[in-house]
């Protein structure tokens, strides 16, 4: 069956293995992060994820919000979910999660490997991510899903979106609730 390919563009921590598990609950074939102890993420993130694209539905986490501009450009029918939540609560969430441990990955996307010492340019990022991408979207509202995932999670806004029943019988997913969302 043929699908439009659809891509979590929101930052980790802000709901993304929930979308992961919600888009796996409506039957799609879901690819999650990779990529995070490449030394050499920046130069390989998108050849990768176009290799990848060919072999899934959906896709969620890191790297793929970074590579929103270019997904859309070869990937044009696509749809893009932008999970969010407020600034001071995502930074909170990052700090908990991931401490002083470092990743390349991090390092590309926040020029910091850790958040600790770094919040006012991991936030920074952040929104300007966010801004990003509701800037590249602006004109093409049916294509991009801005969604909270963080507090209440609901099936309405997502199946309303791609076009799919609301399945009846599971609550809407919400992983990582003890540790923060993901």
């Known amino acids: 069956m043929h699908r439009q390919k659809v891509f979590g563009i929101g930052f980790h921590k802000t709901g993304t293995k929930s ?10 074939r879901t690819c999650g992060p990779f990529g995070a102890q490449d030394a050499d993420i920046a130069e390989t993130a998108l050849a990768r994820a176009v290799a990848l694209v060919s072999q899934y539905d959906a896709f969620q986490d890191n790297p793929w ?4 501009k270019e997904l859309d450009t070869r990937f044009p029918d696509s ?4 999970t969010i939540c407020p600034s001071d609560e995502w930074i909170e ?4 999660y991931f401490g002083t441990k470092e ?13 600790i010492g770094n919040e006012r340019q991991y936030v920074a990022c ?3 991510h966010t801004k990003a991408v509701m800037s590249h979207f602006q004109s093409r509202h049916d294509q991009l899903l801005v969604m ?5 999670p609901k099936w309405q806004p997502l199946c309303a ?8 019988d599971q609550p809407f997913p919400h992983k990582n609730r003890m540790q923060g969302a993901q």
């Open 65 to 68: 919000p970074l590579l929103f």
């Open 93 to 96: 969430r990052a700090v908990r």
């Open 161 to 168: 979106f791609l076009g799919m029943n609301i399945p009846q």
């Open 19 to 28: 979308l992961g598990a919600a888009l796996d609950i409506l039957g799609y």
């Open 126 to 128: 952040f929104e300007a």
């Open 79 to 82: 749809r893009f979910i932008l």
């Open 103 to 115: 990743t390349p990955m991090r390092r590309w996307i926040y020029g910091a490997g850790s958040p």
């Open 148 to 152: 909270p995932l963080i507090a209440e």
